[in-house]
């Protein structure tokens, strides 16, 4: 059983993981990502070992094309967008990789006519998100179908989740009941302060998608957001500089504060002629309250000047390591003054 996708497959197979571990499928689950409830002293919680005779759950990846190393009998495809390749490019990967599921495809709304015929069954489910007073939830097979981790993207994740166990012959109740105690995935909306005035939240998103995603699941009215963003690589940057503008603009709202890092360099031949600088200009002329910071420690001291009680810090971006270590580390400075 594999989970593939531009976007939500890290989340969604921890939630196909977890929910199968919960109905009693002993499950091996390979992740890109720890669960909240696996991960301990003694276990990474990315990885879980199962029966020997039990289904593998395991996340594919688009980006490097190693997907195409895999054959699996059921696959979800959460969803079909630009982000390390144009989007023409990224449509042929996934039909590519489709044609090489045996069984079925569960898949979110509009990617089957992006997939075209398959000998694989196609599956599409489509349910609009409801708000209620935890969150967000979709009717599915006549379950309410909720989560704890916020946003509405996170409801359409577990839809997917869920349609697969289904399919697999677990019954509907039992499977809501079961994604109704999933924990979340760290550095997903992952909330690492420890409660007070101002909510710290850590989230991995890297791209127009994910952060329109992630934006949009702690906006709340009142609730004033911090944003802080560092691009993963140059040439992400590069190609995605216009839809990247795209998002923030749409995203920050006339009380919100956006902060740009430096791109995150990992050394190479990568052509640098792109950078955080372009990016903030763009936004800064076009309205958005955003700023350029040289460093974490500079970082840090704005954040600190600017928070008040209400507000939401949110901490987005990919590879560095320095990221999450940086969102618990304002937690506590938050916090203490």
């Not at 190693?66 to 009998?73: I, K, Q, T, Y």
């Not at 709340?220 to 992400?236: C, F, K, M, N, S």
Request: hydrophobic share 45%; net charge neutral; aromatic share 6%.
């Amino acid at each position: 059983l594999a989970v593939a996708g531009t976007a939500g497959k890290t989340t969604t197979t921890g939630m196909l993981g977890w929910a199968l571990e919960q109905l009693g499928a002993e499950p091996t689950v390979v992740n890109g990502g720890a669960l909240v409830d696996w991960a301990n002293a003694r276990h990474v919680g990315n990885v879980r070992r199962g029966g020997e005779h039990a289904p593998w759950v395991v996340e594919v990846d688009e980006s490097d094309r190693s997907l195409l190393n895999f054959r699996p009998e059921w696959t979800v495809l959460t969803n079909i967008s630009q982000d390390h390749f144009t989007l023409a490019e990224v449509q042929d990967l996934f039909r590519a990789y489709a044609a090489q599921v045996t069984t079925g495809i569960v898949c979110g709304a509009g990617v089957a006519a992006v997939l075209g015929k398959q000998k694989a069954r196609i599956v599409e489910v489509a349910a609009p998100p409801e708000r209620t007073a935890d969150g967000f939830a979709v009717a599915w097979r006549g379950q309410k179908l909720a989560v704890r981790q916020p946003g509405a993207h996170n409801a359409l994740n577990a839809l997917l989740a869920a349609e697969l166990c289904a399919q697999l012959g677990y019954s509907p109740d039992k499977i809501a009941a079961a994604l109704a105690r999933f924990g979340g995935i760290q550095r997903r909306l992952e909330r690492v302060d420890a409660g007070g005035g101002v909510q710290v939240v850590d989230d991995y998103a890297h791209n127009p998608a994910k952060i329109a995603a992630a934006w949009a699941a702690v906006a709340a009215p009142g609730r004033r957001i911090l944003g802080v963003w560092r691009p993963h690589g140059y040439g992400p940057l590069r190609a995605l500089l216009a839809p990247l503008a795209e998002t923030f603009v749409s995203a920050c709202r006339p009380e919100d504060r956006l902060w740009l890092l430096p791109v995150y360099d990992a050394g190479g031949t990568a052509e640098r002629t792109v950078n955080s600088a372009e990016l903030a200009e763009q936004l800064r002329a076009r309205g958005v309250n955003a700023a350029l910071v040289g460093n974490y420690d500079e970082l840090g001291k704005e954040l600190v000047r600017a928070a008040q009680p209400g507000d939401t810090i949110l901490i987005m971006g990919a590879r560095d390591p320095r990221l999450p270590l940086f969102a618990r580390e304002i937690a506590a400075a938050v916090r203490a003054g």
